[in-house]
């Protein structure tokens, strides 16, 4: 309200109330002075009164909210359903102008400052995250497969000549049809087993750029996060044959940001050697609906030219979704979130190990991937391959979502390539295995429930299968309410 109005406000009701509700108005206006001036997550979260007053402040500088306003364009923020209205805080037109998603749009200057604000406070939160020299980024609301491949495609125009994008191997459909559908060619690049990980093979990348020449390769395309016992890739090394050879390269950090080790390896990659853009999940990171990525990298006009390529207007909605989340957490409840996640790690691997002991299995050791762990399956296998892929519905239909199955010698094609041993992001992994992750927001009812309910499965499977020994795993912490056993 107005100076104006607040002295009208005092003519209605005591002047000394009216001044103590100014104030206290004036409170939650000095944290949206602080966002706007600095453009940086506020350390303590926000209440929802305080975001829904900004949110509504910035609608209502949208010409689709305007009193009197009328339209007479084809694209005019009309919207039939107010549920539909309500769910976008009537923020409706979007993001970006025809051309080009930064653009600011005259019709809409308040969804033009939440854009602009959403990028500055996510690039805030990356550097909190450890990407400490990150220069430049933004929410794209894509998924990450096609923010990869809008990274291709703007390379396409710097290295016009080349066909070839040179990829670490990561079993994962979505990364190899990033690179299939911006229409280069993947060399796949198998990891070198070292111990119970699997790791980047730096000799056969250095052989590839050789045999095809630096110029004919469009860019390396390596991971950070990633399923076990494939760890992150060897970013600094990967970062210092790009640069040595002159060969772009872009980094799929899909749930990396909850990691300090991932981001820690994209630092330092961009110290050593050259890392042109990395790209992550937004739902992956940041808990809100799956729909956007962040784009980002250490040179600030390539980014831009990335987020030029992108044709035409976009959703808002992945980031409002990211706005609000980072404002209700602040950057101390995103870091303690960060925080958990680890501890919960740390108890996943007690447990997952407990578990594997008692059913004669094995914790793989794979101590350079910070999220993602691996027990083996062996004992499953020995009887039939049956009982290894059994083991995955089961834990499906007992609500165990996440843990993946992996069993030896799938053969899968993926857009006309033939990967053998697909899942295990190699051709021989020595054993199926199955996994589990401490992702952010996972909770200790998750871990204890999770390997209950695995032990329940693996007993009976051992049952079926005359397997079965004396070992039984000792009761786990009982203290889950939500246990339905
Ligand atoms: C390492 C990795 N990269 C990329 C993706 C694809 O992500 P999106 O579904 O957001 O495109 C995933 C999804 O699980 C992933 O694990």
């Known amino acids: ?89 009537r923020l409706i037109h979007g993001i970006g102008r025809s051309g080009d998603i930064a653009a600011v749009q005259p019709k809409a200057a308040g969804s033009s400052l939440l854009n602009k604000l959403t990028n500055s406070v996510v690039l805030d939160i990356l550097k909190v995250a450890g990407v400490r020299s990150v220069s430049s980024c933004f929410v794209v609301p894509m ?83 990633c399923f076990a016992p494939r760890v992150p890739d060897r970013l600094e090394e990967l970062a210092e044959i790009c640069a040595k050879n002159d060969i772009p390269h872009i980094v799929n950090n899909a749930y990396g940001v909850q990691s300090s080790k991932c981001m820690h390896l994209i630092q330092q990659g961009a110290r050593v050697g050259r890392i042109d853009a990395f790209v992550q999940s937004l739902d992956k990171n940041f808990m809100v609906p799956v729909g956007g990525a962040i784009i980002a990298g250490f040179n600030e006009p390539f980014i831009q030219e990335i987020s030029r390529m992108y044709p035409g207007r976009a959703s808002a909605s992945p980031s409002l979704d990211v706005l609000i989340t980072l404002l209700t957490l602040g950057a101390s409840g995103y870091k303690k979130l960060l925080r958990e996640r ?16 008692a059913h004669g299995e094995r914790l793989l050791h794979t101590p350079h991937n910070p999220i993602s762990l691996a027990m083996s399956l062996d004992g499953l296998q020995v009887k039939s391959d049956k009982a290894v892929t059994q083991l995955g519905s089961m834990l499906f239909t007992r609500q165990v979502s996440g843990a993946r199955v992996v069993p030896l010698g799938n053969k899968q094609v993926v857009s006309g390539h033939t990967f053998k041993g697909f899942m295990s992001h190699s051709e021989d992994y020595p054993c199926p295995y199955l996994n589990a992750a401490s992702a952010i927001g996972i909770t200790q009812d998750d871990v204890t429930l999770c390997i209950k309910r695995l032990d329940k499965c693996l007993k009976s499977l051992r049952k079926e299968a005359g397997t079965e020994e004396t070992s039984t795993v000792p009761p786990a912490e009982e203290n889950s309410s939500a246990d339905q056993l």
Request: hydrophobic letters at 35%; glycine letters at 6%; a negative charge.
């Open 1 to 89: 309200m107005n100076s104006e109005n607040v002295s009208i406000c005092e003519k209605i009701v005591s002047s000394s109330y009216i001044r103590q509700g100014s104030q206290a108005r004036r409170s939650h206006e000095q944290l949206i002075r602080m966002l706007l001036e600095q453009g940086k997550c506020p350390e303590e979260g926000w209440s929802e009164s305080t975001i829904e007053l900004f949110l509504n402040e910035l609608a209502v500088m949208d010409s689709n909210n305007f009193l009197g306003n009328c339209g007479v364009g084809e694209r005019e923020g009309r919207v039939a359903s107010s549920l539909v209205a309500r769910r976008h805080y």
């Open 143 to 225: 998924a990450t497969g096609m923010s990869l491949t809008l990274c291709f495609l703007t390379l396409r125009h710097r290295r016009p000549g080349a066909r070839y994008i040179l990829w670490p191997r990561i079993d994962q459909k979505s990364c190899f049809k990033a690179m299939v559908t911006a229409g280069f060619e993947p060399v796949v690049v198998e990891n070198k087993l070292e111990g119970d990980e699997l790791r980047t093979d730096l000799e056969t990348v250095k052989r590839k750029i050789e045999e095809l020449g630096a110029e004919n390769i469009l860019c390396v395309h390596s991971t950070t996060s």
């Open 342 to 357: 680890k501890e919960m790690y740390g108890h996943l691997v007690q447990e997952l190990q407990r578990l594997a002991e």
